[in-house]
T-cell receptor, first 114, second 115 residues
Framework: GNSVTQMEGPVTLSEEAFLTINCTYTATGYPSLFWYVQYPGEGLQLLLKATKADDKGSNKGFEATYRKETTSFHLEKGSVQVSDSAVYFCALSDRRAGNEKLTFGTGTRLTIIP | ETGVTQSPTHLIKTRGQQVTLRCSSQSGHNTVSWYQQALGQGPQFIFQYYREEENGRGNFPPRFSGLQFPNYSSELNVNALELDDSALYLC?????FGDGDRGYTFGSGTRLTVV
């Protein structure tokens, strides 16, 4: 079945540091890939997505590139801010499943210190 | 446009009881999915409803059931509650056939505690 493996956290960085959160996936088809963010006490918000190989998703300074050859979708940001502190989830969906359900990783808690 | 609204926000139930959680989907969306997020874990797919019928189910026992109404709102029912059912339950709406790649719109969730 489909699965997502995320870099284990928690991750603590200083403000303006470079961020990478690793994500690899296993899928039988050609999934779409997502990064979701969850702020304390809230639901999930879509951060960015990519639907096919070599696509780059980007939003709010975050980027991730769909790498089919390495089955990866690593999240990066060049200069993090305190407001980026949250839990980040990598996820995939496979349209062939008929219901496009999301399969999530376990999440990576990110804390940015001033 | 309105987002996804879930109620209640918090709930405490006793083992063996039954619970109903509610979700109003985002305007224009016709599909509702439910996820269970245990503490420190990623969300796990429970099931999805499209046109008032179940359209896929995850690895959850039959005591987890759902409904979707003509206005696309939805309920999640859990019977015979167990301690392990304590979790954040997330509802997500989407527009089937065309919106799957844009991702879902999630509600803020219902925090269920079973004691």
């Amino acid at each position: 079945g489909n699965s997502v493996t995320q870099m284990e956290g928690p991750v603590t960085l200083s403000e303006e540091a470079f961020l990478t959160i690793n994500c690899t996936y296993t899928a039988t088809g050609y999934p779409s890939l997502f990064w979701y963010v969850q702020y304390p006490g809230e639901g999930l918000q879509l951060l960015l997505k990519a639907t096919k190989a070599d696509d780059k998703g980007s939003n709010k300074g975050f980027e991730a590139t769909y790498r089919k050859e390495t089955t990866s979708f690593h999240l990066e940001k060049g200069s993090v801010q305190v407001s980026d502190s949250a839990v980040y989830f990598c996820a995939l969906s496979d349209r062939r499943a008929g219901n496009e359900k999301l399969t999530f990783g376990t999440g990576t808690r990110l804390t940015i210190i001033p | 446009e309105t987002g996804v609204t879930q109620s209640p926000t918090h709930l405490i139930k006793t083992r063996g009881q039954q619970v109903t959680l509610r979700c109003s989907s985002q305007s224009g969306h016709n599909t509702v999915s439910w996820y269970q997020q245990a503490l420190g874990q990623g969300p796990q797919f429970i099931f999805q409803y499209y046109r008032e019928e179940e359209n896929g189910r995850g690895n959850f026992p039959p005591r987890f059931s759902g409904l979707q109404f003509p206005n696309y709102s939805s309920e999640l029912n859990v019977n015979a509650l167990e301690l392990d059912d304590s979790a954040l339950y997330l509802c997500a709406s989407s527009l089937r056939f065309g919106d799957g790649d844009r991702g879902y719109t999630f509600g803020s969730g219902t925090r269920l505690t079973v004691v």
